[in-house]
C-alpha cells in the first residue's frame, strides 16, 4: 500500500541522512590519516631517509609517534585491510612502549644539559642549533612537548620545565590545534604557569594564569593560586623553590629573564637524591652512600661538571699545557714489515696522560665488516661492579656491545685477526692476554660516564684475571659521529673528538704497575650521527718484553719511542 512505500521511503530518509554523517565521518577520518601519512613520509623524504635517524630529535620523534600514534592506528585499521592488519601483528612485538618514550626524554634532556641546547632549537627539531629556519627535522608537537614539561617537572628542574613550557604554550596559540577546552591545553598552561612561579617569573605566571582563569573561572585550585601569586607580587616576595633563598625578592630582572634563552645553570643547595647533573645515572641510595665514603660527594659533582664542560668544548690551556702542546708531534711508523708497506700514521694528542691517536688504522671495508660481525651480537653494556667484581648493566653506560672472536665463522677474510696484529704493530704491546675485541654502539644520545678502564688499587676485577690488570686501552672509532661523542679525560683535560677509521691509544697503568689516575676518561653523549666504538684491552702480564717493569715512573726507551716519533726509516 501507499503507506506502506511511505515508511520504508521515511526509513530511507534516515539512513541517507545516517550513511552522510558516516561518510562525513570517514572522510574526516581518511583526511587525518592522509595528513597524517604525508607528514611522516614528507619529513623522512625531505632529511632523506638515511639521515633522518642521524638527529636525536628525529629519533625521539619515530619512539613517540608508535605508542602516539601507530598504536591508535593500529586499532582503527585492524578490521579494514587485512594487509596492514597482518603487518601490524608480525611488527608488534618490536614496537617502542612507554618506558622507551622516558628512555628517549632522558636522552634529550642529557644533550639539552650537557650542549646547552635551548629548548626553542630542539622543540622546533633543530638540535645542532643551525640558522633559524634550517631544522634538521620536523619540530616536536605538543603533545610530546607536554612530555618534556613533565619530565622537568617531576625532576623539579623549573627553569627546564618553564623553557619547554614556554614552547608547548607558543605553539598552542600559534596553531590552535587544540582548542583551550581541552584538557591537553589545561594540562600544559596548568604546568607551564606552576613552574614560571617556582622559577622566579612570577608576573609571567600571573598572565598564565589569568588566561587559564578566562577559561576555566571556576577551577578552584587555579582561582586559589592566582590569589596566592597576586599577594606575592604585592608583597614584593616570593618563595622559589628550593634553588633560592626564601626571602628573595622578585625583581624585574627575576622577570625579565628572557624564557627562550632558558637553560640557564642553576646553582643547587639542596641535597638531591641523585648525584647533581647525572639524572640520568639512577643509583640506589646504598651505592650513593658507598660513593660518597669511597671518594667524596663533591668529587663526584665536580667530575659530572668537569666532564660536561669537556664535552661541549676545548678545555681552556694552561702556559704549561700549552708549552707541553707545542712540543707534541705527529709521524710515520714503519716497525713492522706489515707497517712498511703501509705506514702507521700516529699523532701525540695529548701529554698527560699521554694520548696517541692512530689514523686510517682500519679502512672503511673493515669497520663496516666489524660492525657487521657486532650487530647481531649486541648486548647491553655492562660494566664491573667494583665491590663484586661481576659484570652487571648500568645506566651510566649507555650502549650495547659485542665481544669478537678470532674465529668468527663468518668472519671470511679473517679481519678480527687481522686488525689484531695491526694493534700488536701499532701499541708494541704483547697480544697474549689481551682481552677480544669488544665493538660498542652507542643509543640515543648514548655516553660512558667518567670512568677507568683498569681496576684501581682496592677493586676486585681483574684479580682472578690470568692477564693481570688492563695495562693500555686501543679505542677505535668507527661509523660516522656527526656531533658530540668526544673521548674525554677529565682530570687531565684532554678532549679528542671521534675521527672515523682512527684510534686513540693509552696506557692505563705506569710503569711501576701502579693505575695512572689521570686516566679517567668518558665517551660523551652522541649528539648526531652514530658512534661505534672498539675497545681493546691488553693486560699486563706477558709484557716483560715489550714494556718492561721500572720503579722509577719515568718514561722508558720504549715508551719514549712512541711519545716522541723516534722511528727511524733507515
Ligand atoms: O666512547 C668513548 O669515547 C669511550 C669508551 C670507553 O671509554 C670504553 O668503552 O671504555
Ligand atoms: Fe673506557
Known amino acids: 500500500s501507499y503507506e506502506n512505500v511511505k515508511n520504508i521511503n521515511h526509513i530511507e530518509n534516515h539512513l541517507v541522512d545516517l550513511l552522510g554523517d558516516y561518510i562525513k565521518e570517514e572522510k574526516e577520518r ?127 628542574d623549573w627553569q627546564k620545565c618553564a623553557a619547554w613550557g614556554q614552547q608547548a604554550f607558543h605553539q598552542l596559540q600559534t596553531f590552535r590545534e587544540h582548542h583551550p577546552s581541552s584538557s591537553l591545553w589545561f594540562d600544559i598552561a596548568d604546568h607551564f604557569s606552576f613552574c614560571l612561579y617556582k622559577s622566579g617569573q612570577i608576573k609571567h605566571a600571573v598572565d598564565i594564569t589569568a588566561e587559564i582563569l578566562e577559561h576555566y573561572p571556576e577551577h578552584e585550585r587555579i582561582v586559589g593560586n592566582m590569589e596566592y601569586f597576586n599577594e606575592m607580587v604585592t608583597k614584593g616576595e616570593v618563595e622559589i623553590g628550593e634553588s633560592r633563598n626564601k626571602r628573595d625578592t622578585i625583581s624585574d630582572e627575576i622577570d625579565n629573564i628572557d624564557l627562550v634563552n632558558d637553560v640557564k645553570e642553576v646553582e643547587i643547595t639542596f641535597v638531591p637524591k641523585l648525584y647533581p647533573g647525572a639524572d640520568q645515572t639512577i643509583l640506589t641510595e646504598e651505592q650513593i652512600d658507598e660513593d660518597i665514603q669511597d671518594k667524596g660527594y663533591k668529587n663526584w659533582g665536580e667530575r659530572m661538571k668537569r666532564y660536561k664542560k669537556l664535552c661541549k668544548e676545548y678545555p681552556t690551556l694552561t702556559p704549561k699545557i700549552k708549552q707541553q702542546i707545542d712540543r707534541l708531534v705527529c709521524y710515520y711508523k714503519q716497525n713492522t714489515p706489515r707497517s712498511y708497506l703501509k705506514p702507521l700514521k700516529v699523532e701525540v694528542a695529548w701529554p698527560s696522560p699521554r694520548v696517541l691517536i692512530f689514523y686510517d688504522i682500519i679502512n672503511d671495508e673493515e669497520a663496516n665488516i666489524l660492525m657487521d ?25 649507555v650502549s650495547k656491545t659485542a665481544w669478537l672472536d678470532e674465529d668468527l665463522a663468518e668472519d671470511t677474510m679473517g679481519i678480527v ?48 684475571h690470568e692477564g693481570g690488570n688492563r695495562v693500555a686501552t686501543l679505542l677505535f672509532y668507527m661509523g660516522k659521529t656527526e656531533a658530540g661523542g668526544a673521548t674525554v679525560f677529565i682530570d687531565g683535560g684532554a678532549r679528542i673528538a671521534p675521527v672515523q677509521n682512527a684510534a686513540v691509544f693509552w696506557y692505563n697503568l705506569l710503569p711501576n704497575g701502579e693505575p695512572d689516575l689521570l686516566t679517567r676518561h668518558a665517551g660523551c653523549p652522541v649528539l648526531a650521527g652514530t658512534k661505534w666504538v672498539m675497545n681493546k684491552w691488553f693486560h699486563v702480564n706477558d709484557q716483560m718484553f715489550t714494556r718492561p717493569c721500572d720503579l722509577k715512573q719515568e718514561k722508558r726507551e720504549k715508551d719514549a719511542k712512541l711519545y716522541e716519533g723516534r722511528y727511524t726509516t733507515n
Request: net charge negative.
Open 373 to 397: 660481525l657486532a650487530h647481531p651480537r649486541l648486548n647491553r653494556a655492562t660494566v664491573h661492579n667494583k665491590h663484586t667484581g661481576k659484570l652487571e648493566s648500568a645506566d651510566y653506560r
Open 417 to 464: 685477526r687481522r686488525v689484531n696484529r695491526r694493534m700488536e704493530d701499532a701499541t708494541e704491546l704483547s697480544h697474549e692476554y689481551a682481552e677480544l675485541q669488544q665493538v660498542n654502539n652507542y643509543g640515543m644520545a648514548g655516553q660512558y660516564e667518567p670512568h677507568y678502564d683498569m681496576a684501581t688499587r682496592d677493586e676486585k676485577a681483574f684479580s682472578d
Open 30 to 156: 581518511l583526511d587525518t590519516l592522509e595528513r597524517f601519512q604525508l607528514y611522516v613520509k614528507h619529513s623522512k623524504d625531505y632529511t632523506g631517509p638515511d639521515t633522518y635517524i642521524s638527529y636525536p630529535t628525529n629519533q625521539f620523534n619515530v619512539i613517540h609517534r608508535f605508542v602516539a600514534d601507530w598504536n591508535n592506528l593500529q586499532d582503527w585499521t585492524n578490521s579494514r585491510n587485512e594487509e596492514i592488519s597482518s603487518a601490524f601483528s608480525s611488527y608488534s612485538h618490536s614496537f617502542p612502549d612507554e618506558n622507551d618514550v622516558k628512555g628517549a626524554i632522558k636522552a634529550i634532556h642529557r644533550l639539552q644539559d650537557i650542549y646547552k641546547i635551548r629548548a626553542s632549537h630542539l622543540a622546533r627539531g633543530d638540535p645542532l642549533s643551525s640558522d633559524e629556519g634550517s631544522a634538521q627535522g620536523q619540530p616536536f608537537n605538543v603533545k610530546a612537548l607536554l612530555l618534556f614539561i613533565k619530565d622537568a617537572y617531576e625532576s623539579e
